[in-house]
């Protein structure tokens, strides 16, 4: 069963800490992993995209890490700002004759001052 | 220049009504989607357009029907609405690309989600 499981579930730091979420996935075959950012009552919006010859991207202070081996991302935020307080949604995208996509719970960051 | 524009923002309505949400991107996408969020924050697709063609029709009721007059929108209605309906409801947008006889799917845009309430 195609699956994407996040944590923690909420997560709460203070402002200028580093903090790292995680993403097991047992979606298969694997076609690509993302990690969006989603502000309370916004759409979500891409932070990375990792194929499976990749294994770590950076944007800026977001750098999402992708073992395809163990089927782990992770995206590590350095330097947190009270702004990066959102939801973190790990996005797994299998390639099957046509297209299946599955998105994780997501984790919820608290960035306090 | 909004990319990927939702309307209505919000929509209340009673059990039993019919209603729209439109989306329209600017982005020159050829793939247009909509997704479910429900009160758990879950994602889940719902249906996916390519070039005005339906591609993904994931398990939703009939009573939902999306229409794409052009690639540059995705309308979805909804017939008979129900108290499990209440959600927030997310177009997106990609550019869908063909390699080496596959077919993989770049970055999604959202629009800012509309929050529909069954009473």
């Known amino acids: 069963k195609n699956q994407v499981e996040q944590s923690p579930q909420s997560l709460i730091i203070l402002e200028g800490k580093n903090c790292t979420l995680q993403?097991?996935?047992?979606?298969?075959?694997?076609?690509?992993l993302r990690w969006y950012k989603q502000d309370t009552g916004r759409g979500p919006v891409s932070l990375t995209i990792?194929?499976?010859?990749?294994n770590t991207k950076s944007n800026g202070r977001y750098t999402a890490t992708l073992d395809a081996d163990t089927k782990q991302s992770s995206l590590h935020i350095t330097a947190s700002q009270l702004s990066d307080s959102a939801s973190y949604i790990c996005?797994?995208?299998?390639?099957?004759?046509?297209?299946?996509?599955?998105f994780g719970a997501g984790t919820r960051l608290f960035v306090k001052a | 220049d909004t990319a990927v524009s939702q309307t209505p923002k919000y929509l209340v309505t009673q059990m039993g009504n019919d209603k729209s949400i439109k989306c329209e991107q600017n982005?020159?996408?050829?793939?247009m989607y909509w997704y479910k969020q429900d009160s758990k924050k879950f994602l889940k697709i719902m249906f996916s357009?390519?070039?005005?063609?339906?591609?993904i029709n994931e398990t939703v009721p009939n009573r939902f029907s999306p229409k794409s007059p052009d690639k540059a929108h995705l309308n979805l209605h909804i017939n008979s609405l129900e108290l499990g309906d209440s959600a927030v409801y997310f177009c997106?947008?990609?550019?869908?690309?063909?390699?080496?006889?596959?077919?993989?799917?770049?970055?999604?845009?959202f629009g800012p989600g509309t929050r529909l309430t069954v009473l």
């Open positions: 997106a947008s990609s550019q869908g690309i063909i390699a080496g006889g596959s077919r993989s799917y770049n970055e999604q845009f």
């Open positions: 993403c097991n996935y047992t979606v298969s075959p694997f076609s690509n």
């Open positions: 990792m194929t499976f010859s990749e």
């Open positions: 996005v797994v995208s299998a390639r099957t004759g046509g297209f299946k996509t599955i």
């Open positions: 982005l020159g996408h050829d793939t």
């Open positions: 357009y390519n070039n005005k063609e339906l591609i």
